[in-house]
């Protein structure tokens, strides 16, 4: 595949996004442990982020003496993992011990406190430069098992590896396959085709899982589920190491390749599954706003960059007419909703950011090659390197499986990790004690509960979580400065808890998807825009995101999910 293909398709973006939007997610879960379920308005989330990734980025690079230009302490050469979870042990210890003198505080009393806490932090670790390098980039540090990729290589090591993340990916697809729990009996020759399309993509056990599962109304288990993973990844290391090294292209698509078209089925079954109280007509609703939100910007696409300034601006005044239009249009529908849908609006909403993304991902991404010398063969080539997004087509070295989608991998990994956490947590009756502080602390005091206590658990185990992100953020970036750690990013990720809806963990997960898929598509948006206008959105893209805030909180202030209920205490 010649190299302008490789560069065209956007499948690369795409897990550069997910991977933001995973540790983002981590942040958000953490938060969500402080502030949704235990109540503590806690706007210092920043510091905990911080002393995670610098933490591990110590305690994984060589003595400062090896490492010239770099100054600081420790420097032990530890393994990542252990290196990680000593980020997270410093990080939740830390956060119990700020907790003790600042969690008797109420309200914004013990916001004004955590938030100077996390000044000060930052001011270390930028002042100081024995510790770590002070306002100088913290770097010499090696991601982990770089020389393994890309994958599937040589070497036992190399094929260890591929064998492991074959099992990762195809236990969490079939599990996730099962857990659908909405396989109906086939009816009529499409559900057929598509129950078809399940069973041979979920290697049969999945789907099988699924039935039984809706039959019996009880959750899927995971057991069939690993043992599935566990044959795949015997599988793949068994070919990758009996075939040879110039047909590892062939292994990686039959294996990865197959994986990333199950991830389309699945999330056509989870869209379906998700949206089925939705008619047809109301499915229509939603791929017409999407279309028409597009439509806004035919002017700018046409003759927003015309040679001719006149033009330009012409096509720039009559897209903000058009927009202006269009967003009004959706505020008189929405006053008139019921007359058309007995569903929310909102979920109308979800439908059309569905399909922008597909439209986004399958054809926009295309129309700017289809025009050209051999456009319908680059526009096939994008196709099918979106289709197959695990892969990345290399001129050079072929079909490769590259880091960039095993640290992507590894994020979700930590994330379904923090999750599990997470939920275990707050579904347990200390969660449930928790949600009571959070209500009430006197009444949970009243019933023998040690209010303070708890707070100072879910300092230790959201600050804990925290610090993971901050782990995988040193990987990702390879370096460390304290800019990284801006303090606004504590609101940020209170904003993605907000948005998906407090005291839910999926919530929080939703919520720092839409903030950073609506970042990057103002950054799609702006490409529109002549350069001087264009840097102008991505520069009010805050202002925008405040604005839908007050949107949501006026017409849902519970949060896009919404809060999972219960708050009795056993």
Same mark, same amino acid.
């Given at each position: ?194 129950? &078809? $399309?399940?069973? !041979? ?5 999945? *789907?099988? =899982?699924? @039935?039984? +599962?809706? /039959? ?100 720039? &005044? $009559?897209?903000? !007419? ?5 967003? *009004?249009? =959706?505020? @008189?529908? +929405?006053? /008139? ?128 979580i925290a610090a993971l992100a901050g782990g995988l953020t040193a990987i990702q970036f390879q370096s460390l400065t304290w800019s990284i750690f801006r303090v606004e990013i504590t609101f940020i990720v209170l904003l993605m808890v907000i948005i998906g809806g407090t005291a839910n963990n999926r919530g929080a997960i939703l919520g720092a998807a839409i903030y950073w898929g609506f970042a990057r598509g103002t950054t799609d948006i702006a490409a529109f825009f ?41």
């Amino acid at each position: 595949m010649a190299e302008g293909e490789a560069k065209m398709a956007i499948s690369s973006s795409l897990v550069a996004l997910g991977t933001t939007i995973g540790i983002f997610a981590l942040l958000a879960i953490g938060m969500n442990i402080k502030f949704g379920y235990t109540g503590l308005l806690e706007i210092g989330h920043v510091a905990f982020y911080l002393l995670g990734a610098y933490v591990t980025a110590l305690l994984v690079l060589r003595p400062a003496g090896q490492n010239p230009g770099q100054i600081y302490i420790l420097g032990l050469n530890w393994p990542w993992i252990p290196a990680i979870i000593g980020g997270v042990f410093v990080a939740a210890v830390i956060g119990a011990l700020v907790a003790l003198p600042a969690i008797r505080l109420r309200e914004d009393y013990l916001a004004i406190t955590l938030l100077g806490m996390a000044f000060i932090v930052q001011q270390i670790f930028r002042s100081e430069r024995w510790l770590a390098n002070g306002p100088r980039a913290l770097a010499g540090f090696e991601r982990p098992l770089t020389d393994l990729f890309p994958l599937p290589g040589e070497g036992l090591l190399s094929v260890i590896t591929f064998g492991i993340i074959l099992f990762i990916l195809w236990t969490a697809g079939t599990y996730a396959m099962a857990a659908v729990g909405d396989i109906r009996s086939a009816r009529g020759l499409r559900e057929r085709i598509v129950h &078809l $399309l399940l069973a !041979v993509f979920s290697l049969g056990i999945g *789907y099988l =899982l699924a @039935r039984r +599962a809706r /039959r019996e109304g009880t959750s899927p288990n995971p057991r069939p589920a690993v043992f599935a993973g566990v044959v795949v990844g015997i599988v793949g290391m068994v070919l990758a190491f009996a075939t040879p090294s110039a047909l590892n292209d062939g292994v990686a698509l039959v294996t990865l390749g197959v994986f990333s078209v199950f991830t389309w089925v699945l999330g056509g079954v989870l869209y379906t599954t998700y949206y089925s109280e939705l008619t047809r007509r109301d499915h229509v609703y939603g791929v017409a706003a999407s279309l028409a939100f597009l439509a806004t910007f035919l002017p700018l696409v046409l003759f927003g960059k015309s040679s001719d300034p006149l033009l330009s601006i012409v096509a720039l &005044l $009559l897209t903000g !007419v058009l927009l202006a239009t269009f967003f *009004y249009g =959706l505020y @008189r529908l +929405a006053g /008139r909703w019921t007359d058309y849908s007995d569903v929310s609006m909102i979920r109308i909403i979800g439908v059309a950011a569905v399909w922008l993304f597909l439209l986004r991902y399958w054809i926009i991404s295309n129309l700017g090659v289809i025009t050209q010398t051999n456009g319908v063969v680059v526009a096939l080539g994008n196709t099918i390197q979106n289709l197959i997004w695990l892969l990345r087509f290399d001129q050079n070295l072929g079909v490769i499986f590259g880091y960039s989608r095993f640290f992507f991998v590894m994020v979700l990994l930590a994330l379904a990790f923090a999750y599990y956490i997470a939920e275990t947590t707050v579904t347990s009756p200390f969660g449930r004690v928790l949600k009571a502080v959070r209500e009430d602390e006197d009444v949970a005091t009243a019933l023998g509960k040690n209010a303070f206590s708890y707070k100072v658990q879910s300092m230790a185990l959201g600050s804990g979580i925290a610090a993971l992100a901050g782990g995988l953020t040193a990987i990702q970036f390879q370096s460390l400065t304290w800019s990284i750690f801006r303090v606004e990013i504590t609101f940020i990720v209170l904003l993605m808890v907000i948005i998906g809806g407090t005291a839910n963990n999926r919530g929080a997960i939703l919520g720092a998807a839409i903030y950073w898929g609506f970042a990057r598509g103002t950054t799609d948006i702006a490409a529109f825009f002549p350069s001087a206008a264009g840097s102008s959105i991505i520069a009010l893209r805050r202002v925008i995101i405040g604005a839908l805030l007050i949107i949501i909180l006026y017409y849902r202030p519970e949060g896009l999910w919404g809060e999972e209920s219960g708050v009795s205490i056993e």
